[in-house]
């Protein structure tokens, strides 16, 4: 094994000593740079390749999104659609006695005042297996009920024929039609049934 020995004087020593701790400080500092340097290389050739993929994704997948924000815009169409006919399937509901008194008021003076009516009631009916025109006995149907009294049966007639006249009944019976029990003469009572 050698032994160096170093007869340089003291200040001479702490000059070789300061450059080799200065030559190592920079070597250092420049691996260190060089490798940040590398490594910031690496990541923004990383950056730049998802960017191009998120581009190309985009381009790719831009269809998709237009078919989504038109199917968002159909929904939102079907749904004022549905509103409206909810509307009005209400007002027509609401509104249903309208076209029955107007076509009661008509089939009234087609009989030339010569009925009148003391009670309408619309309701539904079980339907009897067997009557002319009868459905099925579990078939529930609308049904206008007319009771009134009447100058004479001519009269009911010409009324039940103003109402099948209307048109907005499907059939119209005469259920009954008799002498009318507080009057004299021609007078009679009767009942009538419209169903739709």
């Given at each position: 094994?050698?032994?160096?020995?170093?007869?340089?004087?003291?200040?001479?020593r702490?000059?070789?000593?300061?450059?080799?701790?200065?030559?190592?400080?920079?070597?250092?500092?420049?691996?260190?740079?060089?490798?940040?340097?590398?490594?910031?290389?690496?990541?923004?050739?990383?950056?730049?390749?998802?960017?191009?993929n998120?581009?190309?994704?985009?381009?790719?997948?831009?269809?998709?999104?237009?078919?989504?924000?038109?199917?968002?815009?159909?929904?939102?169409?079907?749904?004022k659609?549905?509103?409206?006919?909810?509307?009005?399937l209400?007002?027509?509901?609401?509104?249903?006695g309208?076209?029955?008194?107007?076509?009661?008021?008509?089939?009234?003076?087609?009989?030339?005042?010569g009925v009148?009516?003391?009670?309408?009631?619309?309701?539904?009916?079980?339907?009897?297996?067997?009557?002319?025109?009868?459905?099925?006995?579990?078939?529930?149907?609308?049904?206008?009920?007319?009771?009134?009294?009447?100058?004479?049966?001519?009269?009911?007639?010409r009324?039940?024929?103003?109402?099948?006249d209307?048109?907005?009944?499907?059939?119209?019976?005469?259920?009954?039609?008799?002498?009318?029990?507080?009057?004299?003469?021609?007078?009679?009572?009767?009942?009538?049934?419209?169903?739709?």
């Amino acid at each position: 094994m050698k032994r160096v020995l170093n007869l340089a004087p003291a200040s001479i020593r702490r000059r070789q000593t300061l450059r080799r701790l200065s030559y190592a400080v920079s070597t250092a500092v420049t691996i260190a740079g060089i490798t940040g340097a590398t490594w910031l290389l690496i990541e923004w050739g990383r950056g730049a390749a998802m960017a191009q993929n998120l581009g190309r994704l985009e381009a790719e997948y831009a269809p998709l999104a237009r078919l989504i924000n038109e199917q968002t815009h159909l929904r939102e169409q079907i749904a004022k659609l549905q509103a409206r006919e909810q509307l009005s399937l209400r007002l027509t509901t609401a509104h249903a006695g309208v076209p029955i008194l107007s076509s009661v008021a008509q089939a009234a003076a087609a009989a030339d005042g010569g009925v009148y009516v003391e009670d309408l009631r619309y309701q539904t009916q079980r339907a009897q297996p067997g009557r002319r025109g009868g459905r099925p006995a579990a078939t529930q149907r609308p049904v206008v009920h007319i009771e009134g009294a009447s100058r004479d049966g001519l009269a009911v007639a010409r009324f039940a024929e103003g109402l099948r006249d209307s048109g907005i009944y499907a059939q119209v019976s005469i259920e009954s039609s008799r002498p009318a029990s507080s009057a004299s003469g021609a007078a009679r009572e009767f009942e009538i049934n419209c169903a739709f």
